[in-house]
């Protein structure tokens, strides 16, 4: 699935938890997915393969 189609999933799964008792929390993530969706599309943000990212957890 392209990057854009997933942080697009993921808005919308956030959204369907607006009635949680976390509402403030989820708002904070909804912000920061669309700052990391703007970033994605100006280039600010470079992508890193799952395989990349996985290697730098296990590293730590």
């Known amino acids: ?3 854009d189609e997933r942080s697009a999933l993921v808005v919308a799964l956030l959204d369907s938890l607006e009635g949680s008792d976390d509402a403030c ?3 904070a993530w909804r912000a920061e997915i669309r700052r990391r969706r703007a ?3 100006d ?3 470079v992508p890193v393969p799952w395989s990349g990212a996985k290697a730098r957890l ?3």
Do not use: H, N, V
């Open 1 to 3: 699935m392209p990057t």
């Open 25 to 27: 929390i989820s708002e």
């Open 43 to 45: 280039g600010t943000i």
């Open 58 to 60: 296990r590293a730590l």
């Open 39 to 41: 970033g994605l599309r």
